[in-house]
């Protein structure tokens, strides 16, 4: 990691801390500051970072700036009873060209990645999820993203890359590591028909903002993801304001809360990102304390992750075979740990989709089962793997 590329936490959050009670989040994490410079690394569990990019933040210009004011609201929060090292690295400022801030953030979460340190990414446009996904590359292994959006934001490979095109990008470049991707919360009428056609072609998943009433059936989305990316724009505007983007449906800030909380809870998610704040829209700073509650659960979830996936042994798990007429078996695992549900696909003959063998699944995909109906998550998978 280049230190060059990161610069303090503002001084103005600083001397907020010190005001703030001595048992409040800012005295719990490890700052980088002008005074006590860059913190060690060493047992650190999470990472935030900030990005000051906007210039490919379509329509939204100024994303990225006081990212400051996000940080006052969550470090005058108190901490909960978590066993964990947290360190915020600053801010990644704008390089000459977009390119150098990318390359910078790319050098940023690949050495936290390695570290086995989850990057907390703050700011700047959504596009920043490419360069977040392209940080997996020296990891040499497929990668699922979830994306929570109101939008698919496509594009097409031709498009330079922004923060409503990235996906082509993603889908199509090599080296192309993406096994699955989700988008949760897309409102149909922000999205052409043929691209939501077109998701659904490549087996991925997709569920409209109407998931929000029953947001449990949604859990396992983020317990499969490596990377969770967060466009505010998928919060209704009376709740999240600080987005030139925002529209008047969307998660309410409840809802965007427990959707962090889970993402925090899946031990895949070795990544997490919030994107597309513009404090100049942000009406008495409410954005900001949104974000802070939102990375709050995020961490909460992460301090009670019970590593509950069940990668070798399957000693502490209960065992559901279901027999389906004119197809093979679909295997369930229950956690005895969580009360959580995976479900098996059958790999032997591909190693390279060894990691995803065991997807997670609702006890309601069991019922299905047991009523003769193959599971919509167990066929996506196992058409991705033919």
Avoid at 161 to 176: R, T, V
Avoid at 234 to 261: H, K, L, V, W
Avoid at 314 to 322: D, P, R, S
């Amino acid at each position: 990691m280049d230190l060059e590329f990161l610069s303090p936490v503002d001084d103005a959050v600083v001397a907020q801390i010190i005001l703030k009670s001595p048992n409040s989040l800012g005295t719990y994490v490890d700052i980088h500051t002008k005074d006590e410079g860059f913190p060690d690394l060493e047992d650190v569990n999470i990472a935030i970072v900030g990005v000051q990019e906007d210039r490919n933040a379509d329509n939204n210009y100024g994303t990225g700036d006081n990212l400051k004011f996000i940080r006052k609201k969550l470090y005058e929060l108190f901490p909960g009873s978590w066993n964990l090292k947290i360190a915020d690295l600053g801010n990644i400022t704008k390089g000459q060209k977009p390119e150098d801030t990318y390359y910078a953030l790319l050098d940023t979460v690949s050495d936290l990645l390695s570290k086995n340190i989850i990057p907390i990414v703050l700011g700047g446009g959504q596009e920043l999820t490419y360069v977040n996904y392209r940080a997996y590359d020296d990891l040499e292994q497929s990668v699922n993203i979830t994306v929570v959006d109101n939008r698919f934001d496509l594009g097409t490979l031709e498009d330079d890359l922004s923060s409503q095109s990235y996906m082509s990008k993603i889908i199509m470049q090599e080296p192309n590591n993406l096994f699955n991707y989700c988008n949760v919360g897309y409102q149909t009428y922000f999205n052409d028909p043929q691209e939501i056609q077109l998701f659904d072609n490549m087996y991925f998943d997709c569920y409209r903002l109407g998931v929000s009433k029953n947001l449990e059936s949604i859990e396992p989305a983020f317990r499969n993801a490596d990377i969770i990316s967060i466009d505010l724009g998928a919060i209704r505007r009376s709740d999240a304001p600080g987005n030139n983007n925002a529209t008047p449906n969307g998660f309410s800030g409840d809802e965007i809360c427990a959707i962090s909380r889970y993402a925090g809870l899946s031990d895949k998610v070795s990544s997490f990102g919030i994107y597309e704040y513009n404090s100049k829209y942000d009406n008495n700073h409410q954005t900001a304390a949104l974000i802070a509650q939102m990375l709050w659960y995020f961490i909460e979830g992460v301090s009670l992750r019970v590593k509950d996936y069940p990668f070798s042994t399957k000693e502490n798990y209960q065992k559901f075979t279901v027999i389906l007429e004119d197809d093979e078996p679909v295997v369930f695992y229950k956690s005895n740990k969580s009360g959580r549900w995976w479900m098996e696909i059958n790999v032997i003959s591909n190693n390279k989709y060894k990691r995803h063998a065991l997807i997670p699944c609702t006890y309601r995909d069991y019922e299905e089962a047991m009523n003769q109906n193959i599971p919509d998550r167990w066929y996506k998978a196992m058409r991705k793997m033919v």
